[in-house]
């Protein structure tokens, strides 16, 4: 961490009004959440159909084809970010809705859903940026900071980040495996997995069979006559929606100025360093409203580290209150533009990619 830490009156003035903000939007959760996030569901759910029926038409002419991709790319983002991310966050527990909810929601995705709330919920949201305790940064493929040992796989990082974003889905639902040596590497000596090795891989193989029936298997048997079109169309919206998720994900993360931080110095932390460290360590993207629904509100990363649980529909009222409240303390408060925060990603992945430079100490003279 390259910031100097404020002083404890400092983080506990800081902590209350933070939590000020917390209270105040949670008074204001309510039925217009609820009413919220099943308009949405009903959009996602009308247009991925709609969409199906549009790649089908592209018998009739390509630009139908197109049309229909780009609708249903459209619609599996929103499944995967504005809904699934956010309902299995518990965001909207508190409708009791036996479908709405994080305990039995699934999203369209080949990754299993309890195996993500497992190692991101809990995980990646307490021990956020802690090299050694967040999974979660680099993935275990990529160096992103002087603190992880530089190997010569790096030098070649760029492109394995490129992989990464394509097939981004089959990313989080291998991260879970990887990280206990399912397949490969030396068994974990220690392991806090909540269930059987055998169960694991059993939900792995189980989500990623669904899944791949329903988008090459299903749907282009059910409209056979265009077969191929219709699997080709489900693979380029997938790929369109991996594309997405990766790199509004990266630009929440692994902005030029997201800080990392070491064990130690996260020891018995109060609710106002925990507060710090979320915010030393996430970037925010400016835009529009459709912007910020299309990212799932992580567009306001900073927020969504601050209070996970909230609803993600009022993170954009609540970001201009945290930074109000952020250069009051003269704490840093990352937010850019989506152009600007995703060239210093850029930056990033390339300056890791090669061994840190070696400070020679001037020789002494006599």
């Known amino acids: 961490m390259?910031?100097?830490?404020?002083?404890?009156?400092?983080?506990?003035?800081?902590e209350q009004e933070i939590n000020a903000i917390r209270d105040e939007t949670l008074s204001q959760v309510g039925q217009a959440d609820a009413d919220y996030i099943r308009r949405v569901i009903r959009f996602q759910r009308t247009l991925d159909l709609l969409s199906r029926l549009v790649i089908v038409l592209g018998f009739v002419h390509p630009l139908f084809w197109v049309a229909g991709v780009l609708m249903l790319a459209l619609a599996k983002i929103l499944d995967n970010m504005e809904i699934g991310h956010n309902v299995m966050h518990g965001q909207y527990d508190w409708m009791n809705d036996p479908h709405i909810n994080s305990r039995h929601f699934e999203w369209d995705i080949v990754g299993d859903g309890d195996s993500w709330k497992r190692y991101h919920n809990h995980e990646h949201h307490t021990y956020t940026n802690i090299i050694g305790k967040d999974r979660d940064y680099g993935y275990g493929l990529l160096r992103l900071s002087d603190d992880i040992p530089w190997r010569k796989k790096n030098l070649w990082q760029f492109f394995t980040y490129l992989n990464l974003s394509l097939l981004f889905q089959w990313g989080v639902a291998y991260h879970e495996l990887a990280a206990e040596r399912i397949f490969f590497g030396k068994r974990r000596k220690e392991s806090?997995?909540?269930?059987?090795?055998?169960?694991?891989?059993?939900?792995?193989?189980?989500?990623?069979?669904?899944?791949?029936?329903?988008?090459?298997?299903f749907w282009p048997l059910l409209c056979f006559p265009v077969f191929w079109s219709v699997l080709l169309g489900n693979l380029c919206a997938n790929l369109i929606r991996n594309l997405w998720t990766s790199t509004i994900i990266f630009c929440g993360h692994f902005t030029e100025d997201a800080q990392t931080f070491s064990e130690e110095e996260c020891k018995n932390e109060t609710r106002g360093q925990w507060y710090y460290r979320q915010i030393l360590g996430s970037s925010n993207l400016e835009g529009a409203r459709w912007f910020h629904i299309l990212t799932g509100h992580l567009s306001c990363q900073i927020e969504h580290h601050l209070f996970p649980d909230i609803p993600a529909r009022h993170y954009p009222q609540m970001a201009k209150k945290v930074e109000k409240v952020c250069q009051a303390h003269g704490i840093p408060y990352n937010t850019g533009s989506f152009v600007h925060q995703y060239l210093t990603v850029v930056k990033r992945v390339l300056r890791y990619s090669f061994p840190d430079k070696v400070r020679q100490e001037p020789q002494a003279t006599h």
Do not use: N
């Open 192 to 217: 806090h997995l909540p269930i059987s090795r055998s169960e694991l891989k059993s939900a792995f193989f189980s989500k990623i069979g669904k899944q791949v029936f329903k988008d090459y298997i």
């Open 2 to 14: 390259t910031t100097s830490i404020p002083s404890a009156e400092t983080l506990f003035s800081f």
